[in-house]
């Protein structure tokens, strides 16, 4: 009975040992066995392999490393974390500019110009045309985007010898600004901006 008693115990107690046994095996492969650590070699190996990781990611994600396939990517890049609006001039085309002259300088014969800010150095000048709404209205080439997506505009006109440039509430001389986001998937892509004019302030 006993020989019978300490065979089932075996019997029982062998397959528990077997994975025990398979389990230690296991886990001490482990603890020997360390993935090789190759000595680094070449540019950007080292300590400044992350760094320059971290940069080819950048490039990938403003479409840098693209040529004009990657306008895509910067478009997206510039795109307005709140309502999806972008700068009009990142989606390489054309831009209906409309304009209400607040201080009523501009009128039928004296229109007012617009300054375009362009990546040669060059500006866009053009007159704008009086709508019926009593506005002005120009369109703005999608050339003069190429390479600036984000331009400054500036309003004036000349009457009678005199230079009227676009002025703040207190009369001093206002700088240029970017045009207005715009919804990306718009069919036309139009910006109204308000301006005031007054005369030229004396650099002296």
């Known amino acids: 009975m006993r020989k019978q008693t300490l065979f089932l ?10 994975i025990s046994g398979l389990m230690w095996w296991i ?5 020997t066995e360390r993935p090789m650590m190759a000595e680094p070699v070449g540019a950007g190996a080292g300590e400044t392999g992350g760094a ?8 990938r994600a403003t479409g840098a490393d693209r040529g004009p396939e990657g306008s895509a990517a910067g478009a997206e890049a510039l795109r307005d974390e709140q309502d999806g609006r972008v700068p009009p001039g990142s989606l390489g085309r054309a831009v209906e500019l409309i304009a209400r002259d607040r201080s009523g300088t501009a009128r039928p014969g004296v229109p007012l110009v617009v300054l375009v800010s362009a990546a040669d150095g060059e500006p866009f000048r053009s007159q704008m045309k009086l709508r019926q709404d009593g506005r002005w209205g120009v369109s703005i080439p999608a050339a003069v985007f190429e390479g600036n997506p984000t331009p400054t505009v500036a309003f004036f006109l000349e009457r009678d010898g005199v230079r009227f440039v676009e002025v703040s509430d207190g009369g001093a001389a206002a700088d240029a600004r970017p045009l207005p986001l715009v919804d990306p998937s718009a069919g036309t892509l139009g ?14």
Request: glycine fraction near 6%; charge should be negative; hydrophobic fraction near 50%.
């Open 9 to 18: 115990s075996l019997w029982i107690a062998f397959p528990i040992a077997v």
């Open 27 to 31: 886990v001490a492969s482990f603890d």
């Open 52 to 59: 320059n990781a971290i940069g080819e990611a950048i490039r």
């Open 191 to 204: 910006v109204t901006m308000e301006t005031r004019l007054g005369v030229e302030p004396d650099p002296s």
